[in-house]
């Protein structure tokens, strides 16, 4: 982004008062803010005018926030308002600020560190679990909303923002444009219930991401990218990347497993098995 880019094109979304544009994605845009009654600093992310497919979903991404305000975890975003009252300020959700990058952004620009990425996938395992043990599955877990601290705390953000019904729909229709297929579980592809287990595969697609420094599937078109996902085993992560230990490889290869019975049977398990590589390795 240039800078030009950063300066919002708003000056105020209900009660906020705008500074910064901190980015765009799939659902919206998102600005930096600050609360005029609190004098909080904020994130608000304001969803595109057709995010939102039918009064359905709106009504029930309404009444999840009421859930969300409530969490409380240092690794995931915690959520602080929604407002809709005002059809020209639009659809906002109000969020605790991260003032660092995004996972995203520290895959492609930071050097590669065994222990400080298993540090992080250790935290991602404790938000993850968190979330479950909420009763609440991401549906959309990816690097873009794993955002970081300034002292290197990993928060997950952006979760549960599509049912899973929404979900399907929009794999069906346009993909590309509106959520990320890169991190889509096979269960999701074959039109199975979503799980705890679907987010432990977008968790498998991103640590394969951190710590083999690609993508499993190199596949050139969407249907392609689909049939990877649901047919297709990976190369080993430690094939692909000889730094990364045989044990953590195979750790992501179960987590990529098509059968959602055959990952882990929730994050704290994934979370101590992890522990055990960077026990091995000091
Ligand atoms: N609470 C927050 N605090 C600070 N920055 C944020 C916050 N939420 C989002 N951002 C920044 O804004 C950028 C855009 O976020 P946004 O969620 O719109 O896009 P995305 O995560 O790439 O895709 P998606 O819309 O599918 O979630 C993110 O990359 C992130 O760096
Ligand atoms: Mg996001």
Redesign the pocket.
């Known amino acids: 982004m240039t800078e030009q880019m950063f300066i919002p094109d708003r000056q105020r979304l209900y009660h906020y008062k705008l500074d910064r544009v901190?980015?765009?994605?799939?659902?919206?845009?998102?600005y930096?803010g600050i609360d005029t009654r609190k004098g909080e600093v904020v994130?608000i992310?304001r969803f595109r005018e057709n995010f939102f497919r039918n009064a359905l979903h709106l009504r029930d991404l309404k009444k999840s926030v009421k859930r969300f305000k409530k969490f409380k975890h240092a690794n995931v975003?915690q959520i602080l308002d929604f407002l809709d009252d005002n059809p020209q300020e639009g659809i906002c959700m109000v969020?605790?600020?991260?003032?660092g990058?995004?996972l995203?952004?520290y895959i492609a620009n930071r050097p590669w560190n065994l222990q400080e990425r298993l540090t992080i996938a250790a935290q991602l395992c404790n938000g993850l679990q968190y979330l479950h043990d909420q009763e609440c599955i991401h549906h959309?877990f990816?690097p873009?909303?794993v955002?970081f601290t300034r002292r290197g705390l990993a928060k997950i953000?952006?979760y549960s923002?599509y049912g899973s019904s929404f979900l399907l729909e929009l794999l069906d229709r346009s993909a590309g444009e509106?959520?990320?297929p890169m991190f889509v579980a096979p269960e999701i592809l074959r039109r199975e219930k979503a799980s705890p287990q679907s987010d432990q595969y977008s968790l498998g697609i991103t640590m394969y991401m951190m710590f083999a420094e690609r993508h499993p599937f190199l596949a050139d078109s969407l249907p392609k990218l689909y049939n990877c996902h649901l047919r297709i085993i990976p190369e080993h992560p430690s094939v692909v990347n000889p730094k990364c230990p045989h044990r953590l490889g195979d750790i992501i290869m179960r987590l990529l497993e098509k059968d959602p019975a055959k990952r882990f049977r929730d994050c704290d398990e994934l979370r101590i098995a992890l522990a055990d590589i960077g026990r091995s390795r000091i």
């Not at 901190?22 to 998102?30: I, N």
């Not at 969020?95 to 003032?99: C, G, L, N």
Request: net charge positive.
């Open positions: 901190l980015g765009q994605g799939g659902t919206g845009k998102v930096r994130a992310k975003v969020m605790e600020y991260v003032d990058p995004n995203r952004w959309d990816k873009a909303n955002l953000a952006d923002l509106q959520i990320t």
